[in-house]
C-alpha cells in the first residue's frame, strides 16, 4: 500500500463524480481520497444512487466497506449505518441495492475499483475472513490496550485485525474536550476519515466531519484536541506502536531512526539476528508470501521523505548506526 502522504484533505470541498469501471452498474458515485498509482488500490467515499443494484460479485482484492448513511440490502439483510464489511478477494458478495440510496466508504486494498460478477467464490478464497457487522448497535467502545497508551478519551472499536501483518480498521472517537499534548508517529502509515466531529492537530489544524489523511510511517502527528468529540474510521498497514515524543521539528528519517535504536535496546537479540544471512530471513510460517520485494513495498519513508522536502540520499547500502 504506497500511496502519497495525503493530509490534511475533506471530501466535502470535490463533488462526486460517477465511478465508470469495468462491471460496475450506473448510479456508482464516488470521490477518491487516496490512491496507490501502482495499484490502483485506493479509498473512496461513495455515494449510491437511490436505486443502485449491484448483482452477486467477487473482486481480485480486499475490499471493506463502511455505511455513513442511509441503508444497504446485502443478500436478505438490510444495512444501516455503521454497518461494515471486509470481504476477503475472492469471496462472492450477494447481490446487493440500495432502495433510497447510500452513502459509504469504500476500500479496494490490492486492485482498482472493480467487480466480477459471481454467486461463486474463487479458488483460494478465504471465507472463514468475511467480516459482516452492525458496529453501532453491536459493538461496545473498548479502551485501547495499545502500550503506550494514547490519552484518556479515545476509545476504540476494532473492525478487522489482520494476525500476519497487525494491521487494522478500527472505529475510534474522541471524546468532547480530548486533549494530547504530545507527539506521535508509528511504524506503519496510518489512514483515516472523520465520519463526524472536529478535531485539532498540531501541524494541519482544524480536520471537520468528511476530513480524511493517509499518512505514511514516521510522520509526526499531535497534540490533538477536541473540543465536540469525533467519531473517525481508521486503519494502519501493519502493528500500531505509539513512538511519542516531543521534538515537532524531527523529520521522518530521525524518527525512523529513533524507532530503529529503541529496537536495537528492546529486541537486542532480534536486531543481531536481522543483520544476519545477507538480510533474508525465511518465515516458515508464511513461506509463500514473504518476498524481498514485499519488504521493499513497506518501506515508506522515502515518500514521506520526498512529500516533506527533507534532504536525503538514495544509497540504499545500510547504516547500521540509528541515532536516538
Ligand atoms: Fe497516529
Known sequence: MARKHIEPFVDRDIHFKKLELKGIPGGYNYKMLSIDEDTGACTMTVQWDAGYRQPPSVAYSDVEIFIMDGALKVGDRVWAKGGYFF???GVSLPAFSTEKGCFALVMYNDTEPHIVESDQDMDGAEREGLIQLATYDDMSWQMPTLFPQTATGCLLKLLHFDEKTHAMTFLYTMTPGFKQDN???HDCAEEAYHVWGTSWMMQFGNLPTGGYFWRPAYVNHGAFASDHGILGFGRTDGDLHNHFHWNPYSNPAENADRAAARLIR???????????KDHNHFDFEYAAAYTAESEDERVHIHEAMH??????????????????
Do not use: C, F
Not at 307 to 324: K, N, S, W
Open 87 to 89: 470481504v476477503p478477494r
Open 307 to 324: 512529500a516533506m522536502g527533507v534532504e536525503h540520499d538514495h544509497d540504499h547500502d545500510h547504516h547500521h548506526h540509528h541515532h536516538d
Open 266 to 276: 528492546q529486541k537486542p537479540e532480534l536486531n543481531k539476528w536481522m543483520w544476519t
Open 183 to 185: 507527539i506521535s508517529y
